[in-house]
């Protein structure tokens, strides 16, 4: 027979979401915090530079000056651009910190739910220990034990595949970006041995779609360091993942450089590239604590049968 029975497996399942959700919580508040601060600097750096723009399309003594000189429309598309980088940039980041915001809600209303979860397993557990020890003596107590670790590996399994699916999503977004870019450098090679306007509209729309396609990693990113707040992976993997929530800014300002000549898309290519080798890392780190948990399970489940078998003997 089964000691640990749906309403105790019900309850550890409980206990093990709870804890789930604690760690997510923390590190979706991490985030939050990390994006405010960043959403406030490019909000003040985003108007600083339509400020610029402003007064060289109004009347002010450096719009006089550059008349005079001759490079009003050099100096304005230069403003106009640095402000449209700046909009963009905050954009994405006022995004991810709305997405932050909602997933943490989402978060503490669900833990709200699970308030007291684990005193009651704790309770039904040691309630259930006594008659199980009483009634089947040591053998039963061991099978008791057993099963409540099985059903431990069952909830670790649940969560590391939460979080490899994220991995594989943040893993393909930063596929979809290289793709982009390399399309981008394709065509920038054109451009640059005199392909013309169309060769530059084209390169141009390269760049808009990767623009798009990295604010996507990006959120797949957070999603995926969010989703590993409660596994634990080695220590120097961690210290790379730590660094997801930064890659879109040093991409975009690449992408906002003189707009985008080749050398500044190979920059975003390298660092895409090394994003997409750290996901592949952590990815083969939990796809390993998995099938370790999925080798003591195995291992369990023998130990299980055998003790039934025993008992069945007797």
Known sequence: MAYYDEELQRLQEQVSRQKQLEAKARELRAQRGELQR????????SRREQADVDKLEGRSLAAFF?????????????????????????DAAAGELAAAERELADCEAELAGLNGCEQRYNDALREKARAVKAAGGSEAAELLRLEERAAFLAAQQRE??????????????????LSELNSAHNWGTWDMLGGGLLTTAV????????????????SQLRRFKTELADVTIDASLQVNVDGFLRVADFIFDNLFVDWAVLSEISRSEEQVRQVHSQIED??????????AAGKE?????????TLLREARQA
Do not use: C, F, P, W
């Not at 100096?75 to 905050?90: F, G, N, S």
């Not at 590391?160 to 994220?166: D, F, H, Q």
């Not at 390169?203 to 990006?218: F, G, I, N, P, T």
């Open 66 to 90: 550059y008349n005079v000189i001759g490079k009003m429309d050099e100096r304005l598309d230069k403003e106009r651009e640095e402000a449209y980088a700046a909009a963009v940039k905050y």
């Open 282 to 291: 952590v990815l083969a780190e939990l796809e390993k604590t998995k099938a």
């Open 160 to 177: 590391l595949a939460e979080a490899i699916a994220a991995g594989e999503a943040a893993l393909q977004a930063a596929e979809r970006v």
């Open 38 to 45: 960043r959403a406030d600097e490019l909000a003040a750096a």
């Open 297 to 305: 399970q195995a291992a369990l489940a023998e130990q299980i049968e």
């Open 203 to 218: 390169k141009h729309s390269r760049l808009d779609e990767a623009q798009r396609e990295v604010e996507e990693m990006q």
